[in-house]
């Protein structure tokens, strides 16, 4: 069992749509989450950190449930420009400061 | 500023072979991580380097080695290359050993024939 699982998608949306993605993790001890986008053939790069209280960034809203081992994302009035891979992230203390990634969400965002 | 930077972009290698992956890290960072992403799917860990010494370590086999230089730059070996082995190589940095954000570089894409 993979420690970080999320749905691969596609998820095709018009724009203007609000789409919402979901992971789990299985390590109770991970300490810190992310989400990370990856656009085709480039590196990732942190989209924003993922805290219990929930935390948003203008169309961007990250929710942690700890005692689910659930990790969510929410986007707004999806743009064009949002169309990329959504990679959840966990971090793996016992291994130096590695981060789990997940497998990725692939997001279309259609005119 | 400059970012992270890796080298070669991209690598043919043909099985048995060996090979170095070079990352240098953003100016003032001390942590090198690499991690190694096969097509669809996510980055997986391979090391973590904190001031020249080894502090994290993937489940990769022993045919994968790294260190960390006196400047912070880092390589990545890999021997006996298997088709396998073919994947995009990912390093990052960030500034100490417990710090969440790490930056990546644009990776090195390797082709095992």
């Known amino acids: 069992r993979k420690e970080v699982e999320q749905d691969p998608g596609p998820f095709n949306v018009p724009e203007g749509a609000t789409v919402a993605f979901n992971c789990t993790y299985s390590n109770s001890a991970s300490q810190s989450f992310f989400w990370y986008r990856q656009d085709c053939r480039k590196e990732p790069k942190l989209l924003m950190s993922v805290y219990s209280s929930g935390n948003e960034d203008g169309r961007f809203t990250a929710q942690l449930n700890r005692a689910s081992q659930y990790i969510s994302l929410l986007i707004r009035d999806s743009k064009l420009s949002d169309s990329a891979t959504y990679l959840c992230v966990a971090t793996n203390s016992n291994s130096g400061y590695a981060l789990n990634f997940g497998k990725g969400t692939s997001l279309l965002v259609t005119p | ?113």
């Open chain 2, 1 to 113: 500023d400059a970012g992270v930077t890796q080298s070669p972009t991209h690598l043919i290698k043909t099985r048995g072979q060996q090979v170095t992956l070079r990352c240098s890290p953003i100016s003032g960072h001390k942590s090198v991580s690499w991690y190694q992403q096969v097509l669809g799917q996510g980055p997986q860990f391979i090391f973590q380097y904190y001031e020249k010494e080894e502090r994290g370590r993937g489940n990769f086999p022993d045919r994968f080695s790294a260190r960390q230089f006196p400047n912070y730059s880092s390589e990545l070996n890999v021997n006996a290359l298997l088709l396998g082995d073919s994947a995009l190589y990912l390093c990052a940095s960030t500034w100490g050993r417990g710090d969440e954000k790490l930056f990546f570089g644009s990776g090195t894409q390797l082709s095992v024939l």
